[in-house]
């Protein structure tokens, strides 16, 4: 499949099958967790961004130009996506005497720590 410019998707392009023959064209959010969001690549792009660098919910809400509640779904899936890939890679965190702080953040920004120490050796 090849990249085309498409005027007639939301994101302006689509992938297309290079086989005159065939010629199939395709989302170019197909298979990805974007798949069937109706939100804007650019938005979404954003949205991750600003949540990899621990920006509040509402202040991504603002600056992605999504609603509150839309920003809060796509928490809760980009959350999933990280516990998932952390248990199947079997990743740890902390180790031998090493404290750890867990943070759970509330609905649109409000914080509750929870602090586990590991203080075997």
Not at 19 to 36: A, D, N
Not at 103 to 108: A, H, M, N, Q, R
Request: aromatic share 6%; glycine share 10%; charged share 30%.
């Amino acid at each position: 499949m090849n990249e085309e410019k498409c005027k007639r998707t939301m994101d302006g392009y689509r992938w297309r099958c290079p086989v005159s023959k065939c010629r199939t064209t395709t989302s170019i959010r197909k298979g990805s967790l974007f798949e069937g969001s109706k939100i804007r690549l650019t938005q979404l792009v954003m949205m991750i961004y600003l949540w990899t660098i621990d920006v509040s919910q509402r202040q991504i809400a603002f600056e992605a130009h999504v609603s509150k509640r839309t920003m809060v779904n796509w928490t809760k899936k980009l959350r999933k996506i990280c516990s998932v890939e952390m248990e199947r890679r079997g990743t740890l965190i902390g180790g031998i005497s090493q404290g750890v702080a867990l943070e759970k953040k509330g609905g649109l920004g409000g914080k509750v720590s929870t602090i586990f120490r590991d203080n075997c050796s």
